[in-house]
């Protein structure tokens, strides 16, 4: 979820001017450019990578028994009257870790099929091209599908039966409430609004490439996900 390329000249961008862009008119209202970009892109990695090290911690911790394994299980089981956790694969954990390694895998395919023309701002570059090969041959919006998966994987992952979260904080108060709803949301907000730009992408550039993208389109008719949509 990091940016491949620099933000586009604002040159670059006035064909998609005044056009509907949900991930910038909502985003924007609450953050800056600079700091929604920065926690667009490294905030869900943030959490992820501390959900990761707890995890890790705590299962290093019950495997290797020691006066700081105690310490650390106690940090990190909530309960203090389960001393071990429950932390399992389970086969949601299992579907979460799958969707989320497949959708990074298509975003990073998406990454180096667009090369310079990937931004994460809409934008024309000069002498763009009109990519169809790839994942772009399946489906005409492959990198919001990808993000998709990533954001329903992540959920899984992190609060599935025998994770970390589950097993060892649970929901029973509040701040694990609050914190798990405040996730959620996030994790599937941003692909929410970034789909909603698959309407205006397609108008620019059908208004860019003409018949060009109208022959790509009849060969890859659906946006998202193959004969769904």
């Known amino acids: 979820m990091t940016p491949p390329t620099p933000p586009p000249k604002p040159e670059e961008k006035q064909q998609y001017s005044g056009k509907a862009d949900p991930m910038k008119a909502i985003v924007a209202k609450v953050y800056t450019e600079h700091v929604c970009q920065y926690t667009v892109a490294h905030l ?15 299962l290093l911790a019950e495997h290797f028994s020691s006066p ?21 694969f389970t086969r949601t954990w299992l579907a979460g870790c799958a969707l989320m390694h497949c959708g990074a895998i298509l975003r990073l395919a998406c990454y180096r099929t667009l090369g310079r023309f990937f931004t994460w701002e809409l934008s024309i570059k000069k002498e763009h091209v009109l990519v169809t090969k790839g994942p772009y041959s399946v489906v005409r919006h492959p990198s919001y599908t990808a993000v998709a998966m990533i954001g329903v994987g992540v959920v899984l992952c992190h609060f599935s039966p025998g994770s970390w979260y589950a097993e060892c904080i649970g929901w029973d108060t509040w701040a694990s409430r609050l914190f798990s709803a405040a996730w959620t949301t996030w994790c599937l907000l941003i692909p929410c609004l970034l789909m909603g730009r698959v ?13 060009e993208w109208e022959t790509y389109a009849q060969k890859t008719p659906y946006r998202l996900i193959p004969y769904i949509y």
């Open 44 to 58: 869900p990695q943030g959490v992820y990578w501390a959900n990761a090290f707890l995890e890790t911690a705590a």
């Open 68 to 88: 700081a394994s105690d310490a650390v299980l106690s940090l990190l089981i909530r309960d203090a009257m389960r001393p071990r956790h429950h932390i399992r």
């Open 199 to 211: 309407n205006t992408e397609d108008d620019v550039l059908r208004q860019a490439f003409g018949g």
